[in-house]
């Protein structure tokens, strides 16, 4: 007899499967195209993001910057330095607008054009570890309660087209287990805890403290090998810091991390004040630097 919990679990497998999250984001694409859209940015009609606002996006974006000073949460090596984390970008203006939109709005049309941002930061994140060679990439996982309620999770979304459109590092692996699918069977899974919104540092540390874990059946992909850590927007590095605990127990060794955006804006930005980052802020205002003069790709 199947119970409560089987059809439970096999509905949301279905839900959360390839085909019925494209059906599901294709409709909501082309409903847009019937209803008129603007700009996440500046409220421009006709486009999700306009051809300006699009232009500053790729401005603040085309260097990648080195980000793990602003977090104070991340953790310290033997050396006492903290994990290298390298953001896409400040979370400010376009960049932030356009986040939000994606990650709380629906607009999935933003995809490719966040997708080219973090691929440039996931490069940068890889050359500054020595190189991708034998690493594997892991995301923070969405909690179940996040894709439920947008019905997709952002980072895979985005990680997925990246993989398709080969964007990312020769030698990188994008491991399947990150993929959606039922909440049990993800490569890093989130144990029951209150949410980070409106949290300062320490609060933050307590709150996920103990968070994640790896299943074992994973362990054989990770044990040994170097990771990479991908989040969406990097505040106080809690989050990041957990992510990378849970795959030291499981005998990964964290190289560093990549997210789209970091919240204190890096030395050499001085755009106006955006809204809070996704998580709350609570980061002092430190100075991070350009990492390389590559431009981003696409």
Request: proline residues 7%; contains cysteine.
């Amino acid at each position: 007899m199947i119970t409560t919990t089987e059809v439970g679990s096999r509905l949301d497998r279905l839900y959360f499967s390839r085909t019925v999250q494209a059906l599901r984001i294709w409709s909501g694409q082309f409903g847009r195209l019937l209803l008129p859209t603007d700009c996440v940015a500046c409220g421009a009609p006709d486009q999700v993001l306009c051809a300006g606002c699009r232009r500053r996006l790729r401005r603040a974006t085309v260097r990648p910057v080195a980000a793990e000073e602003t977090a104070e949460s991340l953790p310290l090596d033997e050396a006492g330095l903290p994990l290298p984390v390298t953001a896409g970008g400040p979370y400010r203006r376009e960049l932030s607008q356009a986040i939000l939109a994606f990650k709380n709005h629906g607009r999935t049309e933003l995809a490719q054009v966040l997708a080219v941002v973090l691929a440039a930061a996931v490069d940068a994140a890889a050359e500054r570890a020595g190189g991708p060679v034998a690493a594997v990439l892991v995301q923070v996982p969405a909690r179940g309660t996040s894709r439920r309620r947008r019905g997709y999770d952002p980072l895979q979304l985005l990680l997925a087209r990246m993989e398709r459109q080969d964007l990312l590092p020769a030698g990188l692996q994008l491991l399947p287990a990150v993929r959606p699918v039922a909440t049990g069977k993800r490569l890093i899974r989130w144990r029951t805890s209150a949410g980070q919104k409106s949290l300062g540092r320490t609060a933050r540390q307590r709150n996920v403290a103990g968070s994640m874990a790896v299943p074992p059946r994973y362990i054989p992909l990770i044990a040994g090998r170097g990771c990479l850590l991908v989040d969406d927007v990097l505040t106080t590095g809690a989050t990041m810091a957990e992510l990378a605990r849970a795959l030291r127990a499981a005998g990964g060794v964290p190289l560093g991390g990549a997210v789209l955006a970091a919240a204190s804006a890096p030395a050499g930005h001085a755009d106006a004040p955006s809204p809070p980052a996704p998580g709350g802020s609570g980061d002092r205002e430190e100075s991070a630097g350009n990492v390389g003069d590559k431009s981003s790709k696409g």
